[in-house]
């Protein structure tokens, strides 16, 4: 995603936005031909930019965010992110509540499993469509924080781009770094848990065949730049309650009806709450931090 303010190399406002600006930078024989999407595709796949076999972003244009809008989305987003935290902490203490929530019984069990740390999802992702003068939300991925890999480098491209130089000439523009973040919010909540491993090791579990597994490697490089190992990894299914042996914190990107154990790591990741129980009780009893 990139970020602009709407003033140009002379210090004057632009008569025109700067979506007009970037179309007017198409040339027929460059940016709009055949070759130059040949080129941009390749890129996006040397860069794991993918999704499942075709290129993640058929567009000749980035996302462009006034500093208006993305104060706006940083504002609600923060506030969601307060209620949501709030709504956990008063669902574990009021059943009334808990009960309009309508989870499983088995559901109920794996939520009541304290995590070690006061932060009831340190990842997740809000999906919202950005109105003239509103956010209208879509969804809550509590879960996964999926799609940062992807716009960092995207990002990372469009602004290697020729015309994004000459896009500078008239306006500012800048893009968010995204993983980084995320790897900060990951080792607290991995420090308020106690754990004193450096660095730890991520494990990223899903099954191997989903269409955004690429970004589970873009995200192992970015978090291996700062000597935090990763291993993307399919799952396996865990046969006894056993704590691991190794420190580990996790992103879980899919809540599947399964408990996974990879050599030594141990992620909960769906509904066999009983197991998962005796399992976080136990890692926590007996892990060496």
């Known amino acids: 995603m990139s970020d602009q303010t709407s003033t140009s190399a002379g210090g004057t406002a632009p008569t025109d936005t700067p979506i007009e600006a970037w179309h007017e930078l198409l040339r027929p024989d460059v940016e709009l031909s055949a070759p130059f999407w040949e080129d941009l595709s390749t890129r996006m796949r040397d860069a794991r930019l993918t999704f499942g076999s075709r290129p993640l972003c058929p567009f000749l244009r980035p996302f462009f965010l006034t500093e208006a809008d993305a104060h706006r989305v940083r504002y609600v987003a923060e506030a969601m992110a307060v209620f949501g935290e ?54 809550y991925n509590a879960e996964s924080p999926a799609g940062l890999g992807y716009s960092e480098t995207m990002a990372e491209i469009f602004d290697a781009l020729p015309i994004m130089n000459r896009f500078r000439d008239r306006w500012q523009a800048r893009f968010y770094r995204l993983c980084d973040a995320m790897l900060d919010a990951l080792l607290a909540s991995y420090k308020e848990w106690g754990g004193r491993a450096q660095p730890p090791t991520i494990l990223i579990t899903d099954w191997r065949e989903v269409p955004t597994w690429s970004e589970f490697e873009i995200l192992r490089d970015r978090f291996s730049t700062r000597r935090v190992p990763v291993s993307p990894s399919m799952v396996f299914r865990i046969t006894a309650g056993r704590p691991a042996m190794k420190p580990i914190m996790m992103m879980v990107r899919s809540l599947r009806p399964k408990i996974t154990r990879n050599s030594g790591y141990i992620s909960t990741v769906g509904a066999d709450a009983m197991a998962a129980t005796q399992v976080s009780v136990a890692s926590r009893s007996s892990l060496t931090r």
């Open 86 to 139: 709030r709504v956990v902490q008063a669902a574990l203490a009021q059943p009334p509540l808990l009960r309009d929530l309508r989870l499983t019984p088995d559901e109920e069990r794996l939520v009541r499993i304290a995590p070690g740390y006061r932060t009831a999802s340190t990842a997740s992702r809000l999906d919202a469509f950005l109105l003239p003068g509103s956010l209208k939300f879509a969804e």
